[in-house]
């Protein structure tokens, strides 16, 4: 079992930057792909980004590609995605997920956080 929490959401003008980190309970943390999602008012959640229980392997949505970065500190238990070039279609609530399954883990993790707002203004 896994328990995430998400935090650093806020709002921010178009073209900056926000780092959104997501603390896991669970003592097999490091053995859980990590992913974060989004949902944006009126529409469906959506994948964001992944990253391999070691961190070796990432994966993102063409939509993030070059502008978001996710990574992990096992020790802290802990997964981040870093968001810059921030633009206003960006704004969403963004969920971290955790999955022990590969094929899961952009689909349906089955682990959810509650979710923090990311507000992009024009």
Not at 95 to 100: G, L, W
């Amino acid at each position: 079992q896994v328990q995430l929490v998400e935090s650093g959401g806020g709002l921010v003008q178009a073209g900056g930057s926000l780092r959104l980190s997501c603390a896991a309970s669970g003592r097999t943390f490091s053995s859980y792909y990590m992913g974060w999602f989004r949902q944006a008012p009126g529409k469906e959640r959506e994948f964001v980004a992944a990253i391999k229980w070691n961190g070796g392997i990432t994966y993102y949505a063409d939509s993030v590609k070059g502008r978001f970065a996710i990574s992990r500190d096992n020790a802290k238990n802990s997964v981040y995605l870093q968001m810059n070039s921030l633009k206003p279609e960006d704004t969403a609530v963004y969920y971290c997920a955790a999955s022990q399954r590969l094929d899961r883990i952009r689909t349906t993790p089955g682990y959810w956080g509650q979710g923090t707002q990311v507000t992009v203004s024009p």
